[in-house]
C-alpha cells in the first residue's frame, strides 16, 4: 500500500504511472539494470528503458556509464525539492508570459461553484483581495476556513464585520442569535460568494462580480448585523447612547 500510494504521488507531480513504478522500484532496488527493472514491475523491456532516459532527463535516477548501465534513483528528499525548484522557476517564467497578456475585462457575471473546495478558493481569493470592507456571515463549522485571510485583511485596515460565532478580539463580529445556514461573503460592495447547505452538507455555491447584485448583499446582510445588535441591546436594556452606537457602526459598513 505504502508503494503504491508513493506512486500515486509521483503521477499527481506529473510523472507516468510508468516512471513513477521504476523510480518506486529504484528507491528498494538501487542499482540495478534496466532489464531487472522490467522485470521486477511487469513492464515491457523496451517502453523500460524509454522511462528510464525520461526520468535521467528529470534528474529523477542517475545512470552508471559504464557497460552495465546501473541505474540509481536520487534520494526522495531530493527529488522532492528539485521538483519545488522546478516548479518555482516554471512559474515565474509563465507569471512573465502571462503578464503581457493583460488581465480579463471584469464582466457582471454570476456563476456556479460545484465543490465546497472551489467556493472556499473563490472566496479565500476575494478576501485577499479586499481594500475596504468585507462582510460575512458564515456557519460556525466554517469559520476556521477563514479566519487567517481576515485577520490578513484586518491588520491591512480593511473594514471586517462578521455575523458569525468566531471567537476574536480583532475585528468586528456580532454573534448571530440563530446559527446561519448559508456561507455569504461580500467584498468591498462589488464580488461576492455564496454556498447554501443541507442537512450540514454543501449543496450549490455561487459567486459574482455583479456591482449591483454585490451591493444589494452587502446592504441587506449589514442591515441584518445592525438589527441584530440593536436587538440585543434592546433586551439588555440599553440606552439611547447605546443604540445610537449601534446605529453609528451600521453606518460605518455602509461605506
Known sequence: MAVEDGIAALVRLGFTDLEARIYAFLVANSPSTGYRISQGIGKPVANTYKALQTLERKGAILIDPSGKRQC????????????????????????????????????????????????????????????????????????????????????????????????????????????????????????FVSASFTSGDFADGFAGTDSSLAKALHDGLAAEITLSNLRRRIEDGAGQKRLTRALEAHKGRTI
Not at 480579463?104 to 460545484?114: C, D, E, G, I, M
Not at 456571515?137 to 491591512?156: D, G, K
Open 72 to 191: 540509481s534513483a536520487i534520494p526522495p528528499t531530493d527529488l522532492l525539492d528539485q521538483l519545488g525548484r522546478n516548479y518555482e522557476s516554471q512559474r515565474s517564467q509563465a507569471e512573465l508570459a502571462l503578464k503581457d497578456l493583460g488581465q480579463p475585462a471584469q464582466s457582471n457575471a454570476v456563476f456556479t461553484l460545484s465543490t465546497l473546495g472551489a467556493t472556499f478558493a473563490r472566496a479565500q481569493q476575494l478576501i485577499a483581495t479586499a481594500q475596504q470592507v468585507i462582510l460575512i456571515s458564515c456557519p460556525t463549522s466554517l469559520t476556521s476556513e477563514f479566519q487567517t485571510e481576515l485577520l490578513a485583511a484586518h491588520l491591512r485596515e480593511v473594514l471586517v464585520c462578521a455575523f458569525a460565532n468566531i471567537e476574536t478580539l480583532e475585528y468586528d463580529v456580532t454573534i448571530p442569535s440563530e446559527e446561519p445556514d448559508t456561507l455569504l461573503i461580500v467584498v468591498d460592495q462589488k464580488s
